[in-house]
């Protein structure tokens, strides 16, 4: 029979195609990988990877084991947690993942309060895109995303915590930069920047463009937010950002300026996101809540929902 180890062996294989990288991850020497997946191979009657000088390949059957080993070694977490949770519930590490339009800007706000109140839990924390972060959180590679809602998924359940608005981001000098609010209307033939295909918050912003008759900018779509806002401060174009990248980096800022939209504000929502079958979807559910009073007492720009 497989054991624990040997699936780890194979999945860190899988994930590198590179086996000194696997044992690295695996925190074992090349040798006692290679070793532990011939012998995984020998047990199960079944070639599972073909090796070569020049890479690393899974064979068909090496890729079916390597989708059960994931769901197996996932399962063995769940289990580690269900123990570790009657003692210690809130504490340990979480593996968190989110959006990189969101984690730089919603962190800072509630990281302290959290950690003053449960000094015991850990937040591992990876930036991605969402189609990436839903992968990883479906492999069992991360626990729990800050992420936009909705998602799609059978397997996952949700958490909503706020909804964020999005507001206009135009240079100082722009002629829109001196109304206190911006209609619609207003948007009508101005360059949008935003971020590359990918991220939701393009997708969104696309979707604007089309209902007021903006034109999305495709020669200057960005990777960051930061590079938006700069963009914008030289004059190629406006943009909508989100309120907490806005109170975080824009109001600061003397070369670019942010006005709210009159009439109803498009806004982004955000929540929480993890698997159905989790040990730890009861103290999700606590942290949602935790996370939704913080974040009415640091976070005026969003409202917070239940």
């Known amino acids: 029979m497989p054991t624990i180890q040997q699936l780890k062996y194979l999945v860190a294989v899988a994930d590198t195609l590179h086996f000194r990288r696997a044992a690295e991850r695996a925190h074992v020497t090349q040798p006692t990988l290679s070793a532990q997946l011939a012998t995984l191979e020998a047990n199960l009657g079944v070639q599972l990877v073909e090796r070569s000088r020049s890479r690393v390949v899974l064979t068909p059957e090496g890729v079916q084991i390597t989708a059960r080993a994931r769901t197996i070694l ?72 800050f992420f936009p809602l909705p998602v799609a998924g059978a397997d996952l359940d949700t958490a909503r915590l706020f909804r964020e608005p999005l507001q206009v981001v135009t240079a100082t000098d722009h002629p829109l930069a001196k109304q206190p609010k911006i209609a619609r209307e207003q948007l009508r033939g101005e360059t949008i920047l935003t971020l590359e295909p990918g991220h939701r918050l393009h997708e969104q912003v696309r979707q604007i463009c089309a209902d007021t008759g903006a034109e999305l900018s495709l020669d200057y779509e960005a990777t960051s937010l930061d590079t938006i806002r700069q963009m914008v401060a030289m004059g190629l174009g406006i943009s909508l950002l989100p309120a907490l990248y806005v109170r975080s980096e824009v109001r600061p800022n003397a070369l670019v300026t942010a006005r709210p939209l009159s009439g109803p504000q498009p806004f982004r929502a955000v929540g929480m996101v993890w698997r159905k079958r989790t040990a730890r979807a009861e103290e999700y559910v606590e942290l949602a809540q935790i996370l939704r009073r913080i974040l009415r007492d640091t976070a005026p720009e969003v409202t917070v929902v239940e």
């Open 74 to 145: 996932r399962e063995v977490g769940e289990i580690v947690e269900l123990a570790r949770r009657g003692s210690q519930p809130l504490g340990g590490t979480i593996r968190v993942g989110v959006v990189q339009s969101l984690g730089s800007y919603l962190l800072p706000l509630v990281i302290p309060d959290l950690h003053a109140s449960h000094p015991d839990l850990r937040l591992y924390v990876r930036e991605g895109l969402a189609a990436d972060l839903l992968t990883r959180i479906d492999d069992g590679l991360l626990d729990l995303l």
